[in-house]
């Protein structure tokens, strides 16, 4: 992998909780990838409520 690891090596180093980092921008790629996935999140469940409430709010008689 000549010096630098590829992305699926670098989930399981950091599963298996190899320290110290093996690339010094592991901890920081995974914590904007785990931030982004925590705004992804948030973002379609944000979405996924809105529609249940739109759903009910037309589904109620006048």
């Given at each position: 992998m000549s010096g630098q690891r590829?992305?699926?090596?670098l989930f399981r180093d950091a599963l298996r909780g190899a320290r110290p980092p093996l690339l010094p921008?592991?901890?920081t790629f995974l914590r904007?990838?785990?931030l982004g996935a925590l705004v992804?999140?948030?973002?379609?469940?944000s979405t996924i409520?809105?529609?249940i409430r739109e759903r009910r709010r037309r589904?109620?008689?006048s």
């Amino acid at each position: 992998m000549s010096g630098q690891r590829r992305v699926p090596q670098l989930f399981r180093d950091a599963l298996r909780g190899a320290r110290p980092p093996l690339l010094p921008q592991s901890d920081t790629f995974l914590r904007g990838l785990a931030l982004g996935a925590l705004v992804g999140a948030a973002i379609a469940g944000s979405t996924i409520w809105n529609t249940i409430r739109e759903r009910r709010r037309r589904s109620k008689p006048s």
